[in-house]
């Protein structure tokens, strides 16, 4: 409990070995076995198996029943699994726990089906607010209400005029107020456009309500932040048992910051969190924690610090992705660049020299060009070894940009559950376009180290959703996007699984079921590989083991 409470030890690849060592030197029984299952490993020298065996938190054995079960003595727990699958636990390398799980604690989750309920959820929580103090919601989706289109100030205005009201799209790029939040912004006809943003307009040239990418904080800026650090650690005390739930034992924050690190030092010192944290940080912060001498790596393996974290361009779901060809039925709209290239240069030189890894969010062709721009200039001017170049998302791609992805040895982390979640919204780019979109097939094939993520709340964090939406590239309603993308569901485990590791340096201590490795791990229902793909979804988790312990049964 001491170490855990201390933030200061690196865990790189030589303690990463002598961990191995320890391991397979111990002579004692295993503390645990768990036998008769049916086990992927994700390990291509060993790729499936029928028992492990588990002690201190890692594996120190895997094979057949006979080689593991011999390893026991009277001590020694065993479960029998009677053929269920176990599979190497989910690692989600880009999403947003500790910011969502507090929302989860205090805002309108507005994932439902209409305007008018909305409305009503809102309602209800006004009711409950002393007028004058704001009303925020999550997770609405313009294209998931019934209506058919974008809740606007009116809407929000037959709920209340007395309270300021601020709704996140899901995808985070965009806000939808009420007339008492524009007013207090001091939002009118007149206001004009702040740079990399858009206050939406009628035809009369009133602002409508919705703000879009660097015009949200216009009014998100006014909102004080009511979240103590006790709300941010139940925060992620909560999201981290949500995520945990569905198989997820690793997650990587893709937009730390000071504060949310400090969420996660909190609940880690409180024995709370229920998966690992690598935790990139916000450019913002980058300067004080590298003059506090603080780089990627730091840490142990539950909680790290991970890359920093720069924004290129805007989103997927909320459609404002930079691309090179316009939005569908918009010939206009190209999407916006939310930073140029030579202001995210200058945050990026910084932090490589400084030894870290580097995130940028680049969604459209256009964005992800600008990045690998400065990657390659990062690369040019100060070469680093292994610096391992992360491309948040990387959505929309083309064959020159993946070659010089593979040339940097760079990472893309794109969406993996939108095909079958955000189905609806692949129209806006068009069936050409997805075949270049999400694209893990272009990816593996040029020997490409692409993750899974979720990027919740944005996207379903459920790894089956993951899985089968890779597997099967079809949304929720039968419409199939870009199949030529379509990847084996042995692939997608290993996406899934020890592609995830690589992105955070840590394949040397887990991402497969091998020996050495950390006990993370999921025990399934069915085995995802010989099931209908279009039923991957429906299997159920039935425990999760995170560092030998279940923090997960069903
Ligand atoms: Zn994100």
Redesign the pocket.
């Known amino acids: 409990m001491i170490n855990r409470r201390k933030f200061v030890s690196t865990l790189g690849k030589g303690a990463a070995a002598s961990l191995f060592i320890t391991a397979c030197n111990s002579k004692e029984a295993p503390e645990l076995i768990l036998h008769d299952a049916n086990i992927i490993t994700s390990n291509p020298t060993q790729a499936k198996a029928q028992a492990i065996a588990i002690s201190k938190g890692r594996i120190v054995a895997v094979g057949s029943n006979a080689d593991i079960l011999h390893l026991a003595n009277g001590k020694t727990k065993k479960i029998k699994l009677s053929g269920k699958t176990i599979t190497p636990g989910f690692i989600d390398a880009?999403?947003?726990p500790a910011s969502s799980g507090r929302q989860h604690l205090r805002n309108v989750d507005c994932d439902l089906r209409s305007i008018k309920a909305i409305q009503d959820a809102f309602r209800d929580r006004s009711l409950k607010t002393p007028p004058g103090d704001w009303l925020s919601g999550f997770k609405y989706d313009d294209t998931k209400t019934a209506e058919g289109r974008y809740i606007t100030r009116y809407d929000l205005d037959e709920v209340s005029t007395k309270h300021p009201i601020f709704i996140r799209h899901r995808g985070?790029h965009t806000a939808y107020v009420n007339s008492k939040a524009l007013e207090m912004a001091g939002i009118d006809r007149n206001t004009a456009d702040p740079d990399g943003g858009m206050i939406a307009r009628d035809e009369n040239g009133e602002a409508t309500g919705f703000l879009k990418e660097n015009a949200v904080e216009l009014v998100g800026d006014l909102i004080p932040n009511e979240f103590t650090a006790k709300d941010n650690q139940a925060g992620v005390k909560l999201i981290t048992e949500m995520m945990s739930k569905t198989g997820v034992t690793s997650v990587t924050d893709?937009?730390g910051s000071k504060e949310l690190l400090q969420a996660y030092r909190d609940a880690y010192a409180a024995d709370e969190l229920s998966s690992r944290i690598y935790c990139m940080i916000g450019y913002f912060d980058i300067e004080d924690m590298i003059a506090q001498g603080m780089k990627t790596g730091d840490g142990d393996e539950w909680l790290r610090i991970g890359g920093m974290?720069i924004t290129c361009d805007g989103s997927i779901s909320e459609r404002t992705a930079r691309l090179s060809e316009p939005y569908k039925g918009r010939p206009n709209d190209y999407g916006i660049i939310v930073m140029d290239e030579e202001e995210i240069y200058s945050y990026a030189v910084k932090a490589h020299r400084a030894g870290w890894q580097i995130g940028i969010?680049a969604n459209g062709d256009v964005g992800i060009d600008k990045s690998l721009n400065v990657y390659e200039r990062l690369d040019a001017e100060f070469p680093r070894e292994d610096p391992r170049f992360r491309l948040?998302?990387c959505t929309v791609i083309n064959e020159s940009l993946v070659q010089r992805i593979k040339a940097l040895n760079a990472i893309p982390n794109p969406f993996s559950t939108y095909v079958y979640f955000h189905g609806e919204k692949m129209k806006e780019y068009g069936k050409e376009r997805l075949e270049h979109m999400f694209a893990v097939r272009s990816f593996l094939d040029a020997g490409i180290k692409v993750t899974q993520?979720s990027?919740y709340p944005?996207g379903p964090f459920e790894p089956m959703m993951a899985l089968q939406s890779s597997v099967t590239r079809t949304d929720m309603s039968g419409n199939v996007w870009g199949p030529s993308q379509k990847i084996s569901i042995e692939e997608a485990i290993k996406v899934g699984t020890i592609h995830g590791a690589y992105a955070s340096y840590e394949e040397d201590i887990k991402g497969s079921l091998e020996e050495g490795k950390l006990a993370d791990l999921v025990v399934l229902e069915k085995d995802p590989t010989a099931v209908d793909p279009f039923s991957i979804i429906d299997i159920k988790v039935e425990r999760t083991m995170v560092n030998g312990k279940w923090v997960y049964e069903s």
Do not use: F, R, V
Request: proline share 8%; charged share 25%; aromatic share 8%.
């Open positions: 880009h999403s947003h985070g893709a937009y974290k969010h948040e998302h993520t990027d944005p």
